[in-house]
């Protein structure tokens, strides 16, 4: 059971990572605005989306893990792949909104009028990009984890709770996109958060889990893998 320990321990950090970004993200772009503070929170920005990328890695690491654990069933591998392409998305969403949007603040704050406009609506469509690429985050993610969470179903690898939430969260993300959550940036993050506490959960779990845990027919498949 060392690749269930490996994983939970890949979840519980790349979870981890993601709050503190979520902490250490600037939360506003009034300082980003300011002459006198934008290299300070440009550098932040930086460091913030650096971390995210990284804590997105080591969870989809611990989400492969938790693939693995789930006998590699259909539609656990289904909620793998779709995991993967919202891991993509999010990982453009950071790099659009860590690194090029600062780049492209920097001319609109500094380079003198008309050249300033130009940047300006190209900062705009950057950040309308962040948003898009936030947005199919949330709504891939949600899906894969309505998918584990029927799996763990029907395996009964890890307790009922942990599923029922992920059941709940994953409709409710779409839910709450569909009905206009995503042009609230605040409404959004909210979202990711219980997202990210259900891989906590999931992954305290997977750490957790014992070999006699695991039923019969699910043990013999990993065990013999």
């Known amino acids: 059971m060392k690749d269930n320990r490996a994983g939970g321990i890949a979840l519980i950090a790349g979870t981890i990572g993601t709050i503190i970004t979520l902490i250490i993200h600037p939360s506003g772009g009034h300082d980003l605005f300011a002459p006198d503070k934008f290299a ?43 995991y993967g ?24 704050i500094f380079d003198k009028p008309p050249a300033s406009g130009q940047w300006c609506i190209l900062f705009i469509y950057s950040e309308l990009l962040n948003e898009a690429f936030a947005q199919v985050f949330v709504v891939a993610s949600a899906v894969a984890i309505v998918l584990w969470s029927a ?50 959960l999931v992954g305290i779990l997977l750490w957790r889990l014992k070999r006699n845990d695991l039923p019969t027919a699910v043990e013999s498949r990993v065990v013999g893998r």
């Open 85 to 108: 392409f919202a891991s993509a998305a999010v990982m453009s969403a950071a790099t659009v909104d860590g690194f090029v949007g600062p780049s492209v603040l920097r001319h609109v």
């Open 40 to 82: 300070h929170t440009a550098a932040m920005m930086v460091s913030a989306h650096s971390l995210a990328i990284a804590s997105m890695s080591i969870v989809f690491l611990g989400a492969l893990a938790l693939t693995r654990c789930l006998a590699l069933n259909r539609i656990a591998i289904a909620a793998l792949v779709i």
């Open 151 to 200: 799996s763990i179903l029907k395996t009964r690898l890890l307790p009922l709770g942990s599923a029922i939430y992920g059941l709940v969260l994953g409709v409710g993300s779409v839910v709450a996109i569909a009905a206009g959550a995503s042009g609230n940036a605040h409404a959004v993050h909210l979202v990711m958060l219980a997202q990210i506490i259900w891989f906590l």
